[in-house]
């Protein structure tokens, strides 16, 4: 189900658990991988470089396509710039550093990453050796929906990762037990299983979702990125952020929500959600903003912001534009298509 699936790693053990789960999941979907390792200077430069090479060396004994790139700066930032710009449809990333110890220490790579995902998010419990199933093993999946439009477009995610390995679905809602078993009939009735258990319960949703995670034992918890993004990112409490600090399985976090030019920080441009549309757009250092069809003028490939150079760049063939559109070097020819707001 996914394309193109990003793995973010940096040789470690834990991380080569990540790099596995990515694998896996492209074998079974018939997708290709794609390897981010982020560094810093010449000596973890060259860190990166091995570990790219042995995960490459791996994905070839596995007959799984690859592709792999290192990125100078920090982590979480570059892991997000690259599966942007290369258009990941699922990105994954091991969980060290979101584990109960760090729940208040914003910044570790995962959480990071978890606040800026250009696409859906996998984050998988490397840090939980004791765990039922092996990694990227999903028998038993928990959806969780409050009902709205976001979160079905993850249920129906959800459910679709469920059925590609052969995993049984539950259902929950956090919320007054008669509208939310409403909600949960009709959400499983919409995925085309009315039979589906359902679970409504009480209380706060980030603890409750994590909790029924832990005591029925699930591999894997879907929710939306709803709250996660812009203004709410510092919300403590909102669901998404609760339950992929707490559940003890991984996480698949759906990417319902994409970036709005409001999330854009001065000197920043992205790829984000305007009129229902994915535009690219750029804010500069004095605030305007400058909206931008993101189809390369050349073949039509999608560009990615380039966080360092600032400048829109074409992973098909190297086109690059400036941050206003206008071509910085070819093979195209023409600037890309202004949007007007
Ligand atoms: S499609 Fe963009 S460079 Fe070819």
Known sequence: ?????????????????????????ATSSNGRVLFISAFTDGPSRRRSVEALERARARAGAAGVPVDAEPVKGEPAAGVVEIADRRNAELLIVGDIGMGERHMLRLGGVPDRVSHEMPCDLLIVRTSKPERAKGPGEYASVLIATDGSPTADRAARVGAEFAKAHGASVTLVHVGEEPVGEIILRDTAERLGDREMPIKVLAGDPGDRIAELAAS???????????????????????????????????????????????????????????????????????????????RCKHMGCTVGWNHRAKTWDCPCHGSRYEADGTVKNGPTRHPLDPIST
Request: include cysteine; aromatic fraction near 2%; charged fraction near 20%.
């Open 216 to 294: 029925e034992g699930h591999d894997l918890v879907v929710v939306g990125n709803k709250g996660m993004t812009g203004g709410l990112r510092f919300l403590l409490g909102v669901v998404p952020d609760k339950v992929s600090h707490q559940a003890p399985c991984d996480i698949l976090i759906v990417n319902t929500v994409g970036r709005s030019a409001a999330d854009l920080e001065p000197g920043e441009g992205g790829i984000v959600e305007l009129d229902g549309k994915r535009v690219a757009a750029y804010r500069d250092e004095q605030g305007a903003l400058t909206v931008l069809s993101p």
């Open 1 to 25: 189900m996914y394309g193109t699936i990003a793995v973010g790693t940096d040789g470690s053990e834990t991380a080569t658990i990540a790099e596995n789960v990515a694998l896996q999941l």
